[in-house]
């Protein structure tokens, strides 16, 4: 049965969209933390967070389900549930955040926040880190370095190395080093930009440097990079779609790690817990000046039902403790990740905040060689015990362990204890 919807996907679909494994998984169900295949067997998904709050969760369900049956329009018409969910969503930001456009995806929603940061700057140029992801839109394959793009990279781009103190500490530099010569690569692109004639208008920012493979970064860059780009006449923009909605434990948002606020964040996937919503965050004053040079609109976004599945994925978050969960949670893996680490000298050390976590893996033990064929290996023995994650990074060798927030204590015992059946596997 697999193979043969294989055989129809590539005849409809076609080859190039991308699949997980070397064996496809046929997903037929979800619930919280677990999915199933064709066949009946569970899976701990330890990877998606679009389900942000879990699979198939009962109030969404019956919050799409209640509204759906009642009114979907867009947001041409005035209605209770829109206004609800935007107030709702607005108060978990700082003051200043004051306002919100709903898009459909994060594509969407980057591409938007560029847009606005163009128009109010009237310059183009783009600061990107050099191994990152934000979206598909023809404007941000322009700025796309962690993905197979064929469109160049703008001439209105430039790109930055994020540093990572566990790196530098193999090599014996200070956190000081690191930032001062980081800051200067940062200051070296916007000089460019500026001497091109492109000026700064934004740097985007995915504020768990995800892509980039979870670096550890020196505790004052990301402000100091928001100074640097604030300075030259730019914008900051907090991508949030993999950061937020408490994911990180510690913060409601990731940008609020970094102590930082910045001009736009923009979210997608987790927002409505599969369905498909998202938006941009920014200030009155932004928003104002945008609006009353544009009329932007977008149909599906923010319609009624949209509004009370990402209500309830807010309420959820509140009324499960999700976001302390993640705390608790993360602290518990962080640990266990050490002591696995530790006994085997080719892992590099735990990364990661919350429940958004992983580790290196190398072909030696000083660390000097990134080893993505292992990585890979060790996705597969971790998938053929019945857990679901993933591989990041420039070099595809740090483990991408990223479950929905509804993951719980219980869970445990399965998520790492196959982790360590499978290293002990893989690496022995």
């Not at 606005?116 to 370095?145: C, E, F, K, P």
């Not at 409505?272 to 920014?282: D, R, S």
Request: net charge negative; charged share 20%.
């Amino acid at each position: 049965m697999t193979d043969s919807l294989l055989v129809r996907r590539f005849a409809t679909i076609g080859r190039h969209s991308p699949l997980f494994y070397e064996e496809p998984l046929h997903l037929v169900t979800g619930e919280g933390v677990w999915l199933t295949d064709v066949n009946g067997r569970r899976y701990l998904d330890a990877y998606n967070n679009v389900p942000h709050v879990g699979h198939a969760h009962p109030r969404i369900v019956e919050a799409m389900r209640s509204q759906a049956s009642s009114l979907n329009v867009h947001t041409r018409y005035l209605n209770d549930r829109v206004v609800d969910y935007a107030e709702d969503l607005l108060s978990r930001f700082e003051p200043s955040l004051d306002r919100v456009l709903f898009s459909n995806s994060g594509s969407e929603a980057n591409d938007l926040a560029l847009r606005m940061s163009h128009q109010h700057t009237g310059a183009r140029g783009v600061l990107v880190t050099d191994h990152s992801y934000h979206g598909h839109t023809s404007l941000l394959a322009g700025i796309t370095t962690g993905l197979k793009n064929h469109e160049p990279l703008g001439d209105h781009v430039r790109t930055f190395h994020v540093p990572d103190l566990d790196d530098a500490a193999h090599q014996g530099r200070s956190e000081e080093e690191v930032l001062t010569a980081a800051l200067t690569e940062v200051q070296a692109g916007i000089s460019d930009l500026v001497r091109n004639g492109h000026g700064v208008s934004a740097v985007i920012l995915e504020t768990l440097f995800s892509t980039e493979g979870l670096p550890r970064v020196p505790d004052r860059y990301v402000v100091e990079v928001a100074q640097l780009v604030r300075q030259a006449g730019g914008m900051v923009i907090a991508d949030e779609v993999q950061a937020g909605l408490g994911r990180v434990g510690s913060h409601f948002w990731g940008y609020q790690q970094h102590g930082l606020i910045p001009d736009f964040v923009t979210m997608g996937k987790p927002l409505g817990n599969g369905h498909p919503l998202a938006g941009v965050v920014t200030t009155a004053a932004l928003l104002e000046e945008f609006g009353s040079r544009n009329e932007y609109f977008n149909t599906f976004a923010g319609t009624p039902v949209s509004a009370a599945v990402g209500h309830e994925v807010l309420k959820i978050v509140d009324d499960e403790a999700l976001v302390a969960n993640s705390a608790a949670l993360g602290e518990v893996i962080h640990h266990r990740l050490e002591q696995l680490v530790a006994a085997h000298p080719r892992l590099g050390v735990p990364k990661g905040s919350g429940l958004f976590f992983g580790f290196s893996v190398f072909a030696d033990a000083e660390h000097l060689q990134p080893d993505a064929h292992t990585t890979r290996a060790l996705v597969e023995a971790i998938k053929a015990r019945g857990v679901l994650l993933s591989k990041i990074g420039p070099t595809s060798s740090v483990l991408k362990i990223r479950p929905p927030l509804a993951l719980r204590e219980e869970h445990l015992p399965l998520l790492l204890g196959t982790m360590e059946e499978a290293v002990a596997e893989v690496l022995e």
